[in-house]
């Protein structure tokens, strides 16, 4: 554990390092734009969005405790670029006991792991199929990177929904639904 931690830290040196001509190639490309079949839609997507609940439901609809808690943290970012970028994060999650990340014990790393979930990329929407893909280029999930990721979606005044696929849970399939509240 302590080398997957030196690695990681050696991995945010690189990157802080190069960030600048990272960015600086990628200000040469031509940014995709947000798709939609009717132009309205789009426009309500883009802005930044606190995260308000997660639902997560039985086949049954009884509720179930999610993954991040029923209160979790999070932002959700859409750009008029067509670039989307998500951040959840389990509350109180537990403080190291070194300031040093390169410090952390296996639990320690396991546990800030298991509480805090990010992902970066590229967005498009279908209005009429009533959904939006996030096209992941950079994750804190590593299985993640190079997936697209479809959530349905509605809007309720100054509040988006969204609700991935159902997922496999013990032979039953669990609903979810995330709420965001427009930030003003």
């Not at 439901?57 to 670039?83: C, F, Q, W």
Request: hydrophobic content about 35%.
């Amino acid at each position: 554990m302590y080398r997957y931690v030196i690695c990681m830290v050696g991995v945010a040196l690189l990157w802080s390092g190069t960030v600048s001509e990272i960015f600086a190639e990628d200000m040469k490309k031509e940014p995709p734009m947000a798709t939609s079949t009717q132009s309205g839609i789009a426009s309500q997507f883009i802005g930044t969005w606190k995260m308000v609940s997660v639902e997560e439901r039985k086949p049954n609809g009884e509720l179930v405790e999610p993954r991040y808690s029923a209160r979790p943290s999070g932002y959700i970012m859409y750009d008029a670029t067509g670039h989307v970028a998500v951040q959840i994060m389990k509350p109180g999650r537990p403080r190291f006991a070194s300031d040093d990340a390169a410090q952390a014990t296996a639990a320690e790393a396991k546990s800030a792991f298991d509480g805090y979930g990010a992902y970066f990329g590229t967005y498009e929407i279908h209005e009429a199929e009533g959904y939006v893909i996030h096209h992941v280029e950079g994750s804190v999930f590593p299985n993640y990177v190079g997936s697209d990721q479809k959530r349905g979606f509605e809007f309720s005044g100054d509040q988006l929904i969204l609700k991935p696929p159902p997922r496999q849970v013990g032979g039953a399939q669990h609903t979810t639904r995330v709420t965001w509240q427009r930030v003003k």
